[in-house]
T-cell receptor
Framework: ETGVTQSPTHLIKTRGQQVTLRCSSQ?????VSWYQQALGQGPQFIFQ???????GRGNFPPRFSGLQFPNYSSELNVNALELDDSALYLC????????????FGNGTRLTVT | GNSVTQMEGPVTLSEEAFLTINCTYT??????LFWYVQYPGEGLQLLLK?????DKGSNKGFEATYRKETTSFHLEKGSVQVSDSAVYFC????????????FGSGTQLTVLP
């Protein structure tokens, strides 16, 4: 069974640029969630996707957007990067259903300079 | 809104010592409660969970009991090992959405041989 994989593992961008982060779900999982984890903090929920549509969003501005593809993989896009966007971005996949646990990837470390 | 408050770290213990990491929460409705663990360089792993009041979650020698009267979900282990060194996160879900987790800020645990 292949777990959740994220790419790239590390990324450095300049303020004002745009970035795309990628996530491959664990085999058979049809729901993807994205979290932002600032240094020394707990993860914060950004949004989740199910059947290629966003069906839940946290307190993040519209410049954070995403996609889910028919194979359930997902992208997180961030426009107009700010210094405070520097963080570890975690993707988690799960099956549909309230008792289905989240399976997290190892994350993408984004540094904005 | 929902929030989770964790005991501040870091926590340093000797091998075989007793561990308690405090967690209290504020939530509307009846959330499920979770403990996640993050080993260096890795994503989050679900350690244990409890879905209703008085439930006890347990895994790998760790335990936590859902206490509605004190809004707490303290993590305990009777005898820690060096391999337990990690960051521990308490979390709750928004009722009706199992994947929208609210995390505490995490507690770094270091176990010395």
């Amino acid at each position: 069974e292949t777990g959740v994989t994220q790419s790239p593992t590390h990324l450095i961008k300049t303020r004002g640029q745009q970035v795309t982060l990628r996530c491959s779900s664990q085999s058979g999982h049809n729901t993807v969630s994205w979290y932002q984890q600032a240094l020394g903090q707990g993860p914060q929920f950004i949004f989740q996707y199910y059947r290629e549509e966003e069906n839940g969003r946290g307190n993040f501005p519209p410049r954070f957007s995403g996609l889910q593809f028919p194979n359930y993989s997902s992208e997180l896009n961030v426009n107009a990067l700010e210094l405070d966007d520097s963080a570890l971005y975690l993707c988690a996949s799960s099956l549909e259903g309230s008792n289905s646990p989240l399976h997290f990837g190892n994350g993408t470390r984004l540094t904005v300079t | 809104g929902n929030s989770v408050t964790q005991m501040e770290g870091p926590v340093t213990l000797s091998e075989e010592a007793f561990l308690t990491i405090n967690c209290t929460y504020t939530a509307t409705g009846y959330p499920s409660l979770f403990w996640y663990v993050q080993y260096p360089g890795e994503g989050l792993q679900l350690l244990l969970k409890a879905t209703k009041a008085d439930d006890k979650g347990s895994n790998k020698g760790f335990e936590a009991t859902y206490r509605k009267e004190t809004t707490s979900f303290h993590l305990e282990k009777g005898s820690v090992q060096v391999s337990d060194s990690a960051v521990y996160f308490c979390a709750l879900n928004r009722p009706g959405s199992a994947r929208q987790l609210t995390f505490g800020s995490g507690t770094q645990l270091t176990v010395l041989p």
